[in-house]
């Protein structure tokens, strides 16, 4: 028996696989020379899930079962030496193939929860070949794949962060906008906390956004929770992770973090520790929402439409502008680890904040807890259906067409961006920044025009400068 069709190690062992499972199953493994034909031929296969297919197109080109009955099906599976199905990656991505292409679906009973998910759908379950063949031969019904009961969300609640009202302002505007988010603050401050409550803030995800990130996960390898697929993606890599592991890529082109950040949130924290090599290759997504990645001959795109909120310290040690005055940083030392971060990159970033420690008095357990993440997120939700309903798109993708004809400002207020423009010494790139902002905060306020208070807001999220060896204040 011979496997052709750039067939993997795993697939490869399918032979010994396939032919065990036949015959516990008591059907007959052909004594002939089989040449099994994978498909496209220049697309490398990978995993277990050839195993069923394969017996089936054994067993029928054998004559022991049906061939007829397999017109207007799919299989998947990973079989056991003893003929049980095992489940595997990738079935969700699978059965919305299936489904587009008016299909049924067999998959293991293992990944019926996880098949469930695409309501369109018609998939049903099998616990070994033997069920599989059962049903062909007409013999039995398979059970339908039934979706697991959705989970309701019990993520982190902005409720919980004490004090900071000025980074819980920008937390909102950030999720209102979908504006990437960079805060700069000492060590213990809160940072981490406050990135955790994104996800809360934002928007629900829609079926088709839920979808979409599930089946990255799917295909990962990393495993994807069926009973929480509506919740949007959190993800929060550790600065020694490789930029493999950040933006995908490996022998067989896999999904990284941005990817499995898709409609969610991506936090990195430590920022200048990043690699630069990492750091450059996320300018691409940052724009355009997707990722190539390739290697040797292979190249694959994968959906990275994630809100960046990132995080550092102001200086190596931690403490530069605390007031304790305990920062010892040479000018020179604190301007070299600033200069990590690319000005390209910081570019993309529309709100830059300063997150300040807090007098411990605001820290007390007894002090007044701020607002839910539900009240702050129906702000959200208003103000992001404003933006939809003008353009389509949240107000962090406006383009400079649209810039122009949705962020116009009073004579005054135009004179106000100018003027804040050269005493930042701000690009042209850094002044659509500050508009789309002022666009968000107006949206926030229900307002139709951007207002002067607005501006000058949306301004205020500008001062925190990386270019010099100073911040610009
Ligand atoms: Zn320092």
Partial sequence: MSLVGLPEAAVREAKD???AAIQCAQFEFPQRRITVN????DLPKDGGRFDLPIALGILAASGQIPLDALGGCEFIGELGLTGELRAIDGVLPAALAAADAGRRLVVPAGNGAEAALASRAEASTA????????????RKTLP???????????????????????????????AAGAHHLLMVGPPGCGKTLLASRLPGLLPAASEEEALESAAIASVSGRG???ARWRERPYRAPHHTASPVALVGGGAQPRPGEISL???GVLFLDELPEWSRQALEVLREPLESGTVTVSRAARSAEFPARFQLVAAMNPCPCGWAGDSSGR???????????????SGPLLDRIDLHLDVPRLPSAQLRPDAPAGESSSQVQARVVAARARQIARSGMPNAQLGPAALAAHCRLAEADQALLERAVDALQLTARSMHRILRVARTIADLAGAEAIASAHLAEAIGYRRVEFQGDSRAA
């Avoid at 994978?38 to 031929?41: D, F, S, Y």
């Fill in 127 to 138: 616990r070994t070949l033997l069920e599989v063949c059962a049903m062909l031969q007409g």
């Fill in 17 to 19: 696989r396939v032919r």
């Fill in 261 to 263: 950040a898709h409609h």
């Fill in 38 to 41: 994978l498909a496209p031929a």
């Fill in 327 to 341: 920062c010892r940083c040479s000018s020179d030392a604190i301007a070299r680890y600033r200069g990590r971060l």
């Fill in 224 to 226: 994807l929770d069926p």
């Fill in 144 to 174: 339908a794949a039934v979706a697991l009961p959705v989970r309701t969300a019990t993520g982190p609640d902005l409720a919980e962060v004490r004090g900071q009202a000025q980074a819980r302002r920008a937390l909102e505007i950030a």
